[in-house]
């Protein structure tokens, strides 16, 4: 297919408008590294287009040392099907355009099918550190409370023990949570886990860490704290919330939490199976209380253990 001048304007406006919203520059180079055609984003580096006689080469971007690498991998990308991997190099911008002295970009240059020249991508550095800190942002971070997530919290936990941190879990649910949402349907499911996130935080230890693993369920990690004071804040904590959700009670529902606790020390899993199994007894019993994962885990083995031993007894006696 042949390109016309046509189609490589409808391609170029088309091309704009999808960098405008990426942030990026995307631009069109002829076979000698000539900046033929580039979206306005090029105008904050103090190049137009529009206005030059003769266009500028891609390295007229940079100087120096980087202009010959610019130059050198512009014939790699030309030579190559797939391109040449990613080029970064310092930009000299107007001092008009109020940007500093130097700002560094990445560029990404593929041959045009027609081979008459590139097509690249030029973003800048600081603008891509910003996105992949969003991006780690969204990958790490629950939604609807802004904490961090389950998978941030496996790897706090993770690198805790690796550095041989102590410290104790505390595995909080809501309770009744489903005949909440139940009645009172999802979004306002969404609210008292909202509402949960906000006091959690509020009386949260300083130095602690708070997530949101699913559902109605929230870990707190208490680094350097032992099972005994976390046990005690805990149920204070649980107690305090009880009592202000009395005050508060939205038709007729009063919200309460029980909790979990157990030593992190194993395996990340077997310390949040622990806080799980303590959560769980709690809620059993009626909710709105605290329960020692690690000595219901101790008791249920003892239990396991005991019939075995008896067993041997009577058939030693016998």
């Known amino acids: 297919m042949r390109c ?79 391109g040449a991997g990613m080029i970064s190099f310092p930009t000299i911008a107007e001092p008009t355009v109020g940007l500093d002295a130097e700002s560094w970009y990445s560029l990404k ?15 800048s550095l600081k603008q891509e550190r910003a996105l992949e800190q969003k991006l780690v942002s969204t990958v790490l971070t629950d939604q609807v409370t802004g904490l961090p997530n389950c998978t941030a919290l496996h790897m706090l936990l993770s690198d805790a023990l690796i550095c041989g941190l102590d410290g104790s879990l505390v595995m909080i649910e809501v309770d009744h949570f489903r005949a909440i949402t139940l009645r009172f349907g999802q979004s306002m499911g969404e609210e008292v886990i909202a509402a ?21 369920r929230f870990v707190i990690f ?3 704290i032992d099972l005994m004071h976390a046990l005690a804040w805990t149920q204070d904590m649980i107690t305090t919330f009880a009592a202000i959700s009395n005050e508060l009670a939205f038709e007729h529902t009063k919200l309460t939490l029980s909790a979990g606790v157990a030593r992190l020390a194993g395996t990340v899993d077997s310390a949040l199976s ?3 199994l303590g959560v769980s007894v709690a809620k059993a019993s009626g909710g709105s209380r605290t329960e020692c994962g690690d000595w219901l885990h101790g008791r249920e083995n003892a239990e396991k253990i005991a019939p075995a031993v008896q067993f041997g007894g009577c058939a030693l006696t016998g």
């Open 109 to 123: 240059l593929r041959p045009t099918p027609d081979r008459a020249g590139t097509l690249g991508v030029m973003r």
């Open 274 to 276: 622990r806080g799980e």
């Open 196 to 216: 949960v996130a906000q006091f959690l935080t509020h009386v949260n230890r300083s130095g602690a860490t708070i997530a949101r693993m699913e559902g109605e």
């Open 4 to 82: 016309t001048q046509e189609t490589i304007s409808d391609e170029t406006h088309l091309l704009g408008m999808i960098s405008e919203m990426a942030g990026d520059i995307i631009l069109r180079t002829n076979r000698d590294g000539f900046i033929i055609s580039a979206t306005s984003g090029l105008d904050a580096l103090g190049v137009d287009l529009s206005e030059m006689l003769i266009n500028p080469h891609l390295a007229d971007l940079t100087k120096g040392s980087h202009a010959l690498a610019v130059r050198d991998y512009h014939s790699l990308a030309l030579a190559s099907k797939a």
């Open 222 to 224: 208490l680094p350097a």
